[in-house]
């Protein structure tokens, strides 16, 4: 598989309610002990085709199940998330409050309850302060604005630093629409599924089956093959909605090529923005694995050097250590050409022709300070195929954000 860049795709500013027929909101419910945002509601009036991608720990909270059993679907209309509590191992009591929040919500939209989607993140363990959301459901579904897309994005953070949103107008041969999405992650950040929440909202008008397809596919690309320390959580999970809002027909071949290079795009500046933002980071790092004799390869050995802590211990302290960038590659399983393995970082050659290659290592160093370090690998096969991994330099403050994450 090969990742080109798509000249009908233009990034424009927003989030989840970039895209036409959205509306989102965000407050302070009390569920976070810290005087900040921690509810969120998105929003749309006209029913939506909806798929979703879910955790692979066979831990997971009640919301999973929840939307689990009623995607993908074609009669969604909300997106509930709380932050601060991830109602996680709570047993039968977490069910039912996951299906009494979406029953209250519904009434007060003038909808079903299963026409909302429920996600939870925070702390494992614990009882959602049910009364607490209870109290400030009205105020959240009053408050709802297209112009409140950022109060959503900020009311689904726990560690993060920073919102995360991203949104792209494409062109098809019918006219234009729009892609754009929110997430949280910082923490926890693991391949299958990558730690983290994201919501993303699209005014195109396209088959249920091909969206939930699509979004499979763009989520291995992407969530799949980003990492931050290797622990996979109970609530992860991409959701997608689309209205038709915009009365853009996706059908042909073409244009769900364009459809899914574009949400492709979407879920990998998210995953970037997830990388950079991870707890303690100094830098985001990604990896790029081209010419293997696969996708499958690729991906093999970019996610390798991804996980691999001590790459990203050297690349916290400034180390062009490249023999840990090929050592990951080595022991990936990944197909490689051993006359023909070149390995760059900052783009820089350090290994090829099945040895180091001579550098600048003062003007490396000073490379290794930037923000986004760049690390790529070509296997060697002439192929063209391309697997992107994220992530981010593992660093003293990672320990000491999780050392009290639950004080």
């Known amino acids: 598989m090969t990742i080109n860049k798509n000249n009908s795709t233009i990034p424009v500013k927003g989030g989840v309610c970039a895209a036409s027929g959205y509306a989102a909101s965000g407050l302070r419910a009390g569920i976070k002990k810290l005087d900040a945002l921690d509810l969120g509601l998105v929003h749309s009036r006209t029913p939506c085709k909806a798929a979703g991608v879910f955790t692979q720990n066979a831990v997971r ?57 429920s996600a939870s993140t925070g702390v494992i363990g614990e009882f959602l302060p049910v009364d607490k ?18 109060q959503f994005a900020t009311a689904i953070m ?40 994201c919501f993303i909202t699209t005014d195109i008008d396209i088959d249920v089956k091909t969206l939930d397809r699509i979004l499979k596919k ?96 050297a690349i916290f302290g400034n180390d062009p250590n490249w023999g840990r960038i090929l050592c990951a590659v080595g022991y990936s399983g990944a197909q490689f050409s051993p006359k023909n393995l070149t390995v760059s970082l900052c783009g820089i050659p350090v290994f090829q022709n099945q040895r180091p290659a001579g550098f600048d290592k003062n003007k490396m160093i000073q ?16 192929t063209g195929i391309t697997a992107i991994s994220q992530t981010c330099d593992l660093t003293y403050d990672y320990i000491k954000v999780n050392a009290d994450y639950h004080t």
Not at 175 to 184: Q, V
Not at 269 to 298: P, Q, S
Not at 367 to 382: H, N, Q, R, S
């Open 367 to 382: 490379a290794l300070k930037k923000e986004v370090v760049p690390v790529e690998i070509d296997l060697g096969y002439g």
């Open 158 to 197: 726990t560690t993060d630093t920073v919102q995360k949103e991203c949104a792209v107008r494409v062109s098809f041969s019918r006219g234009d629409a729009t892609i754009g999405g929110c997430a949280k992650g910082a923490g926890m950040i693991h391949p299958n599924m990558a730690t983290m929440l």
């Open 61 to 117: 909270a009640a919301c999973i199940d929840w939307n689990k059993k009623l995607l993908p679907a074609e009669d969604i209309h909300a997106i509930c998330c709380n932050s601060g509590n991830a109602n996680a191992c709570t047993g039968k009591r977490g069910e039912r409050d996951i299906i009494d929040i979406a029953s209250a919500l519904a009434s007060l939209l003038g909808i079903k309850k299963r026409a909302v989607l």
């Open 218 to 313: 763009s989520a291995d690309m992407t969530f799949n093959n980003l990492s931050v320390d290797g622990d996979t959580s109970t609530n992860d999970m991409v959701l997608v909605l689309a209205n038709g809002c915009s009365s853009v027909c996706v059908q042909s071949k073409q244009d769900l090529a364009l459809f899914e290079q574009a949400l492709f795009e979407v879920c990998n500046t998210l995953c970037a923005k997830i990388a950079r933002d991870g707890e303690g980071a100094t830098k985001r790092i990604e990896i790029t694995a081209k010419n293997g004799k696969t996708y499958a390869g690729c991906r093999k050995a970019a996610k390798s050097v991804a996980n691999s802590n001590l790459v990203k211990t």
């Open 133 to 150: 959301i209870h109290a400030a459901l009205p105020a959240l579904a009053s408050s709802l604005s297209p112009k409140q897309g950022r």
